[in-house]
């Protein structure tokens, strides 16, 4: 898998399609373990070592994964990282700051 290029796919093809609901597929559960394993990488995917620790984490694929960050953008929870050339989890008590 390769986390990054399903987050580049998600970001080009949201926009405005993805609805508040949860995505097909995906579980609060998912979203929780999604968020605990971007905690333990300090809340900002910016490596592919970072990418494949998630994954390795969540054991998600590709297509949940997108979904997943796809969902997580919309909503404002997650946003690209100009200045560490990836995607940072926000509004979660250990991503503050």
Do not use: W, Y
């Amino acid at each position: 898998m390769k986390f990054r290029s399903a987050v580049l796919a998600v970001l080009l093809t949201s926009g405005a399609a993805l609805a508040q609901e949860m995505p097909d597929g995906v579980t609060q559960a998912d979203l929780d373990a999604f968020q605990a394993a971007m905690i333990t990488q300090g809340c900002v995917i910016d490596s592919e070592d970072k990418a494949v620790a998630v994954e390795d984490a969540t054991g998600f694929s590709e297509d949940q994964l997108s979904a997943i960050v796809g969902f997580l953008m919309e909503a404002g929870q997650m946003e690209m990282n100009a200045e560490a050339a990836g995607i940072r989890l926000l509004d979660v008590d250990a991503c503050e700051g």
